[in-house]
Each structure stands twice: as C-alpha cells, then as structure tokens.
C-alpha cells in the first residue's frame, strides 16, 4: 500500500483565484491522511456569529467560565459538526494526535471538559471540516490552486484568525503580496 505524499499536521494553503470561494484565502489543518483519504479543519475563517458560549447552551453545556472565543467554519462537509483541534495536553474518547499541531477532539467530552475548567490548555473549536476520498488529496496536490506549508502551534493559537493565511505563506519565506490571482500565458 503506497503511502500518502502529504503527511498529516501540514496546513494546506489556497493560492489567490483558486476558483473556489469556498476556499478563498482557505488555510486548512490536516489532521487525518491515510490510504482511506483525508480529513482537514479550516483555520483561517469564522462562523459569523457563533461564539462557543453560545455553541455550548445549544447543546445544552453550562458554559461555566469558558471564554466566548469565536468558532471557526471548519470546511463545507458536516457544516453543523463541531471539532475541537487542541493542543495534547488533554485526551479523551476519540482523540487522535495530529503530528506537530497537538490532537483533534470531535466528541463532546471535550467540551464538556472546557466548560469545566479542565480541558485543554489552548484550543479552536470549529463547525464542519474538509474532507478528501482516497487519493484524492494526493491528486489534488498534482494541480496549482493550493500551497503546503509546515504547520505549528505559533500558528494555531498564538496568530489572529484573520492574519493566519498571510503568516502562514510568510513562515515559508511567501510574501502573499507577490502572488499573483490571474494565471499567465506565454
């Protein structure tokens, strides 16, 4: 069995004119990526007005002390699944590591635990993710329209929303201004 070109804990960052706004200025955490396919959360956009706060009491979780940090559109598929990607100082049912950008939680035990007080140390929820058949993501890296970039916890939690995108092309030496949308011809 061949094993995937992307490894999993990359970011996956869309080119300007990607054709797709679904995935304009997308910068995507890949969490899984096996020979069954791939599964990414979108970092760089928020889920216009959702907080976790208000998240935790639909789902009927006292939000206790919890921050109203923004949620973030984690992708097109499931929209309305949440995720928790976290750094790996906290495990619980399902969580799965995600090389060099902590773990991905997307059980509600999670949750839970960040109501209380006791969950992970630093932590994105998000609502929905990207999603990739088998090889599909491989192939997909065949064709211009996305960058892969080294990811890390500096990114995740420590950089704005909004500035992830540009940080993360400029943590690969990128100067995102320089890129140009329109594809040329000769």
Request: aromatic share 6%; charged share 20%.
């Amino acid at each position: 069995m061949e094993q995937p070109r992307f490894q999993s804990g990359k970011l996956l960052l869309a080119m300007p004119g990607i054709g797709d706004p679904r995935f304009e200025r997308a910068v995507i955490a890949v969490c899984v990526h096996d020979e069954h396919g791939a599964v990414g959360i979108g970092i760089g956009h928020l889920r216009a007005g959702v907080g976790l706060r208000g998240l935790l009491h639909e789902l009927d979780i006292d939000p206790g002390d919890a921050p109203d940090v923004p949620v973030l559109h984690g992708g097109p598929v499931e929209p309305g699944r949440g995720f928790v990607l976290h750094s790996d100082d906290w495990g619980g049912q399902d969580t799965i590591a995600v090389t060099g950008l902590g773990a991905l939680t997307g059980t509600l035990d999670v949750l839970n635990a960040i109501a209380e007080g006791r969950g992970p140390s630093r932590y994105l929820v998000a609502l929905g993710y990207a999603g990739w058949g088998e090889g599909q993501l491989d192939d997909e890296m065949t064709r211009p329209g996305w960058l892969t970039a080294s990811g890390s916890p500096t990114i995740l939690f420590e950089t704005p929303v909004v500035q992830r995108w540009e940080a993360s092309f400029r943590a690969e030496g990128i100067d995102p201004r320089l890129l140009d949308s329109a594809a040329g011809a000769a």
